[in-house]
C-alpha cells in the first residue's frame, strides 16, 4: 500500500463560520463524542467541555463553546443552520441543560460547564479539547481531541498526558492503493512528467479510486456554486455590522452596489468597456468577492473552506476572477472551473501533509499563505500552465505570506482576517500571471518553502498563533 495524498474534496469542504479549526473541527469533535458515548453504556447525568490552549484562548470569538454544544446537540457543519450557534448558547445558559441526539436532555451548567483553560496546552496539538460524561462526581467516560486545522479532527482515548491511541475523524484512509502516489510536489511534478500528464490529469486518476470522474466533477462543480452563492449572499445582505461587540461595519454590499453602478454587471458588455479605460478595475472586484466572503464567515455563515474558514475568501475570489475576467477559457461550471478546484486542491493538500494549514499551530501564513498558494496555483493550471509554472505559481504565493502571524483582534474572524483576505486574492493572482510569463524555472522550490513555512510557524512565539495575546490583538483597542 502506497502513502494516499488527501483527496481534494476532503481540503475544500462546506462549513458553518467563523473558524474551521476553532468552529468546524469543534462541532465534529462533539458530535464523534456523543456517538462514542451513547457506544459506551456508561450512565451519565452531566457533560462537561474543557476548551484548552488556541481554542480556550479564542474560543469565545470564534463561537467554539456554541459550536460544541451544537455537536452535542447532533448538528454538524455542513447541516448546522446558519446563525444558530448564539442562538443555541442563548438556550443553554439559563435552561441549565442541554439536548442529545434523541431529546433525551442532560445536565450542563454553561459557567461551571464550559471551561476555557488556554493554559493548557496539549503535547499533540495547540488546539485540544477534552470532553467529559459524569454520574454525580465520578467521570464516567472521557475522550480527547484535536482540531488540527482545516476542520480535519484527531481523537485521543488519553485525556492529559502525552497523547494515547490517536484516530483521524475524517473517512478517507490514510493508505490506499492509486495510480500516482505522491506526498510532496516534487513527486507531484515526476508523476505528471513520467507519464506525461497534466497535474489535474494524475490528480484526477487518484480521485478515481474513490469516485467516478462523473460524480467527482458533479461534486467540484457544486462546490464552485456554493462559493459563488456565499459571494452573492454577502453582496446582498441588510446586515450593516458584524456580530461579536467590535462594530466592525459589512462593506460588501456597499461596494457592490458602487462597483456595479461604476462598472455594470460582471459579464456584460458594459463591464469590458469600463476596463479599457482602467485594466486594474479587475482588483476592486477580486477585493469586493473575497471581503464578501469572509464577512459572511465572520457572521457564522455557510461557506466553502479551502483550506480553511478563515481563508474561505481567496480561493472563491479567484475562482469568480477565472469565472468573469478570464473570457479566453471556458469557464462557468465547465472544465477551467474543475481543474482551478482540482488543483488547488491537490496543492492544499500538500501543505496539510506536510505541514500545518492551523492558524494556532504555524500563524495566518498557514492559512491565508496556504490559500494563495492553492489560488495561485489552481488558477495558473486553469489558464494552462505546465506542470512547472503551477508549481512556480504555488511557490510565489506561498514565499510571499512567510512569517504572517494570526492575530485577531477580540480573538474575533474579522480584524484583520477579513482584509487579509481580499489582499491575497489579488496577491495569488499576480503570483500566477508571474509564472505563466516564466518557463517554469526558478530557483525556489514550492516543496522547500511549505518545510521554511512549517519551521517558521515552529520558531513563532505563541502570542502570534491565535492567541489573542499578540499583535494587533494587544496593539488595537477593541472599543
Known amino acids: 500500500m502506497q502513502a494516499t495524498p488527501l483527496s481534494v474534496l476532503d481540503v475544500i469542504q462546506v462549513g458553518v463560520g467563523p473558524s474551521a479549526s476553532h468552529t468546524v473541527g469543534p462541532m465534529r469533535a462533539a458530535a464523534d463524542f456523543v456517538n462514542h458515548l451513547a457506544q459506551s453504556g456508561a450512565a451519565f447525568d452531566r457533560l462537561q467541555v474543557e476548551l484548552q490552549g488556541s481554542l480556550g484562548a479564542t474560543g469565545r470569538g470564534h463561537l467554539s463553546d456554541g459550536a460544541v454544544l ?9 447541516t448546522v443552520e446558519p446563525g444558530s450557534l448564539p442562538r443555541l448558547l442563548s438556550s443553554v445558559k439559563p435552561a441549565g441543560s442541554i439536548v442529545l441526539p434523541g431529546g433525551s436532555s442532560v445536565g450542563f451548567q454553561y459557567d461551571w460547564d464550559m471551561v476555557f483553560t488556554p493554559e493548557t496546552v496539549a503535547p499533540f496539538h495547540n488546539n485540544s479539547l477534552v470532553i467529559r460524561a459524569s454520574q454525580g462526581d465520578q467521570v464516567t467516560f472521557a475522550l480527547r481531541y484535536y482540531s488540527t486545522g482545516g476542520g480535519f479532527v484527531t481523537r485521543d482515548d488519553a485525556i492529559e498526558g502525552e497523547p494515547g491511541n490517536l484516530t483521524q475523524l475524517d473517512k478517507t484512509p490514510t493508505t490506499v492503493d492509486v495510480p500516482y502516489p505522491y506526498t510532496s510536489m516534487g513527486d507531484l511534478l515526476r508523476a505528471a512528467e513520467t507519464n506525461n500528464k497534466t497535474i489535474g490529469e494524475i490528480v484526477r486518476a487518484n480521485e478515481k479510486t474513490r469516485m467516478s470522474m462523473g460524480e467527482f466533477g458533479k461534486r467540484l462543480d457544486t462546490l464552485q456554486k456554493q462559493m459563488g452563492a456565499c459571494i452573492d449572499r454577502g453582496c446582498a445582505t441588510t446586515e450593516d455590522v458584524l456580530p461579536g461587540g467590535l462594530a466592525v461595519p459589512r462593506r460588501a454590499r456597499k461596494l457592490f452596489l458602487r462597483l456595479t453602478e461604476r462598472d455594470g454587471k460582471p459579464g456584460t458588455p458594459a463591464i469590458w468597456r469600463s476596463f479599457a479605460q482602467d485594466p486594474m478595475r479587475a482588483m476592486d472586484w477580486v477585493n469586493l468577492w473575497a471581503l464578501s466572503v469572509n464577512e459572511e464567515n465572520a457572521a457564522g455563515g455557510m461557506v466553502v473552506r479551502a483550506p480553511t474558514n478563515g481563508s474561505a475568501g481567496i480561493v472563491a475570489a479567484v475562482g469568480r476572477y477565472l469565472q468573469w475576467f478570464c473570457p479566453e477559457v471556458e469557464t462557468k461550471c465547465g472544465p477551467a472551473q474543475r481543474d482551478y478546484l482540482t488543483v488547488a486542491g491537490a496543492v492544499g493538500g500538500i501543505i496539510k501533509t506536510n505541514a500545518s494549514v492551523a492558524g494556532a499551530e504555524v500563524g495566518c501564513q498557514g492559512e491565508v499563505g496556504s490559500a494563495a498558494a492553492m489560488a495561485a496555483g489552481g488558477l495558473a493550471a486553469a489558464l494552462g500552465g505546465s506542470p512547472h509554472q503551477i508549481e512556480n505559481a504555488a511557490e510565489i504565493a506561498m514565499e510571499h505570506h512567510l512569517g504572517l502571524t494570526c492575530d485577531p483582534i477580540g480573538g474575533l474572524v474579522q480584524v484583520p482576517c477579513i482584509e487579509r483576505n481580499a489582499i491575497a486574492a489579488v496577491k495569488a493572482i499576480n503570483a500566477a500571471r508571474m509564472s505563466l ?28 498563533k491565535e492567541t489573542a495575546t499578540g499583535g494587533l490583538a494587544v496593539n488595537v483597542v477593541e472599543c
Open 70 to 78: 451544537a455537536g452535542l446537540s447532533g448538528f454538524l457543519p455542513d
Open 437 to 464: 510569463w516564466g518557463d517554469g524555472t526558478h530557483r525556489v522550490s514550492f516543496d522547500e518553502v511549505i518545510e521554511t513555512m512549517y519551521e517558521t510557524g515552529l520558531d513563532m512565539s505563541s502570542k502570534y
